[in-house]
């Protein structure tokens, strides 16, 4: 592919330093004369004292005049957007934006009515304050007023900086981004959304990487490990930022660096439409936000602003707890925004189509030869038909590329990425096709409901299940990867006979990645899980224990839809049946994973050997049943065993009901 033409870049907002209006003089007065024996300065002054007092009457009598028109635009759905205004737990209004540089009232992060009557006042200060006039600061907030007010006689500043920006930015068409879900990555495990804001002639010449990535981020200082990460980010610890970068930058930085695929969808909107959003991004540049993961999140963010790019159209509303991207890009589908989907594979799937078609030997030979571009000469393998040895040339280089994704710049390895390419020129392979794979949105939605029926000794029981997010290894498979599993928040509460009421568990995260070997990739597989749940104790009954636990081991494919894994663990366990406070158990987890025509079906054996002496193992056998995409059937056996509470048998039927 030749090179991109080089093209003009807007310095990223993030980097732009944003001007106060506060800085300057207060809006609507004159800036003080400075001393001088001139008379022109004089004059100069008493000509600026003049227009600002004339300005300063004029609002003012315009806003007497239309109190209650004002009153009722303070209160119209668009201006409640462009403060980013939700209503308030205890009445009224709060805007999510917590920085007050956004504000030019000081109430304005509680009442859009004084932000509307301050931003009225400044939008007539003097022409001369240049960049830092509210006009060139909210351009959004500008249009918007002009249009209701027919503000016709406002001051025609210059904006020069904004002005030089938005025709930088060149704002015609918008894709909506998401780059799938990658477990590796603390910030990344549920996905992740951004825009991309095309110029005119992006879609017809295909110069995507040309365009700009909209994003919205926590902001971190420094190098917090994933834990403090986590918590952070659960906790509100971060502030958030918008971003204006390169698409090529993001694009590398998902489909390589994290081999992640990405989704793009074409949205509808209008060159108008994505126009008025950039606008308002300009306004929140620098502008921070606190940054939460799991509702004021990189997605939650994005649809304030398809809300700004077309008036009326209602996202934020489904999402007052939770803000799955997956679930935010089906809000998208569901408002009739996308017109189109494009798939852009990871550098990680196109080198597994690529090496689908070799055999174990080829494959082999494609692992020396990434180590060795000597073996391109040899005679074995130039005895091979040309045709195979195109495929195991391509799989080398990409290979190679794989592994050098993130890593500082080699010279050998340069080398042999240089001959590789060589050999693919004189021998090129077939095109390559990558089979896409389900769209993420058409998977189960992320929150779900769960009620069971069964029996524990011979003892019924009813259980009732609440799961904020999002999915195990037996759930509704269509749109995520087999083997991989996120659950948080998951609350299970059980009523025996006799209505005996009990806590049964209190997941706070299960995290599992099973990601399956082979010749070429060797990713190990890892789980880690924490929270509250029943465990045998004493007399055959059950006891509530605190624990923290993980694993690590590997995963292989048996089939085109059988998953095998294996891991060593570790346990940390507070129980009130051992003498010591906590107690630290080594263990194993191991199992299969079927995807059949019915839905998924797991069998597990688990065992751990606590140092107390306590021994416990478990078999469980887990069939759900796809009945459709948002709702399954579950039937779970399990037997276990423990030195304290002996053996027991639990038999249960679980319906899953799926919603946002």
């Known amino acids: 592919m030749p090179p991109a033409p080089p093209v003009r870049r807007p310095p990223p907002i993030g980097s732009l330093r944003r001007v106060s209006l506060d800085s300057g003089p207060p809006l609507g007065k004159a800036p003080p004369p400075r001393p001088s024996k001139k008379n022109s300065d004089l004059k100069r002054t008493l000509a600026s004292l003049t227009l600002s007092l004339g300005a300063l009457l004029h609002a003012t009598c315009h806003a007497a005049t239309a109190e209650p028109r004002l009153a009722r635009l303070a209160e119209d759905p668009y201006w409640i957007s462009l403060g980013h205004y939700e209503t308030a737990k205890l009445g009224g209004w709060r805007s999510y934006v917590d920085d007050p540089r956004f504000f030019l009232s000081a109430e ?10 301050a931003t009225l006042e400044a939008l007539y200060a003097p022409a001369s304050l240049g960049d830092r006039h509210a006009q060139c600061v909210y351009p959004a907030r500008t249009r918007w007023l002009r249009e209701r007010l027919q503000l016709n006689d406002l001051p025609q500043p210059a904006c020069a900086e904004f002005r030089k920006w938005y025709v930088d930015v060149n704002p015609n068409s918008t894709v909506l981004v998401f780059p799938a879900a990658y477990l590796n990555s603390p910030s990344s495990m549920f996905g992740h959304t951004l825009l991309r804001v095309d110029q005119a002639d992006v879609d017809s010449h295909n110069t995507a990487l040309l365009s700009y990535a909209l994003n919205f981020g926590a902001f971190i200082e420094g190098m917090d490990n994933s834990i403090l990460y986590a918590w952070k980010g659960l906790m509100g610890g971060y502030p958030g ?11 590398g ?17 209008t060159p108008e439409e994505t126009g008025r959003m950039v606008e308002h991004v300009w306004e929140l540049k620098q502008i921070r936000f606190d940054y939460y993961f799991f509702d004021e999140n990189c997605s939650f963010r994005l649809l304030e602003l398809l809300e700004i790019a077309r008036p009326g159209v209602e996202l934020t509303q489904h999402f007052p707890i939770t803000a799955i991207p997956t679930d935010t890009v089906r809000a998208v589908q569901d408002a009739g925004l996308i017109e189109r989907i494009d798939y852009r594979p990871s550098r990680e799937k196109e080198l597994q189509a690529r090496a689908k078609p070799l055999d174990a030997e080829e494959q082999a030979r494609a692992l020396r030869l990434a180590d060795d571009d000597s073996l391109l000469t040899q005679p074995d393998f130039l005895a091979l038909p040309a045709e195979r040895r195109a495929l195991i040339q391509d799989t080398a280089f990409r290979l190679l590329r794989y592994r050098s994704s993130g890593a500082e710049r080699d010279a050998a390895r340069s080398t042999r990425s240089f001959k590789l390419l060589q050999a693919i020129n004189r021998n090129p392979p077939p095109p ?4 896409r794979p389900d769209l993420p949105e058409n998977g189960h ?27 195990d290894l037996e759930d509704n498979l269509s749109g995520f990867p087999l083997g991989a599993q996120i659950e948080i928040a998951q609350l299970k509460l059980r009523q025996y006979e006799g209505n005996h009421w009990q806590l049964q568990r209190l997941d706070f995260a299960t995290i599992r990645s099973l990601t399956p070997r082979t010749a070429l990739l060797q990713p190990w597989s890892w789980q880690v899980a924490g929270g509250l749940e029943r465990v045998p104790g004493h007399d055959g009954d059950e006891t ?11 995963s292989w494919l048996l089939g085109e839809e059988t998953l095998a894994f294996a891991m060593a663990t570790a346990r940390v366990e507070h129980n009130g049946d051992f003498a010591p406070f906590i107690a630290g158990a080594a263990g194993f987890d191991g199992g299969l994973l079927w995807r059949n025509p019915l839905g998924n079906l797991s069998l597990e054996a688990k065992g751990d050997y606590f140092n107390t002496g306590e021994v416990r193992r478990s078999l469980s056998l887990n069939q759900q049943w796809e009945l459709s995409r948002n709702l399954g059937l579950r039937l779970s056996a399990n037997r276990s065993f423990s030195h304290i509470g002996g053996a027991q048998n639990e038999v249960m039927l679980e319906m899953k009901w799926y919603h946002y």
């Open 432 to 435: 390559l096709h990558v089979e």
């Open 108 to 117: 304005g992060a509680r009442n859009p009515a004084a932000e509307l009557a």
């Open 544 to 554: 509530l224990v605190s624990h923290i636990n993980g694993g690590a081991g590997g």
């Open 253 to 269: 930085e998902y489909s390589r660096l994290e081999n992640r695929d990405l989704w793009e969808y074409r949205l509808n909107l």
């Open 445 to 471: 939605e992320s929150r779900t409901w769960q009620l069971g029926a069964g029996s524990r000794d011979g003892e019924a029981f009813a259980e009732y299940g609440l799961r904020m997010a999002y999915h």
């Open 241 to 251: 930022l918008f971003a204006l970068v390169p698409y090529s930058d993001k694009l």
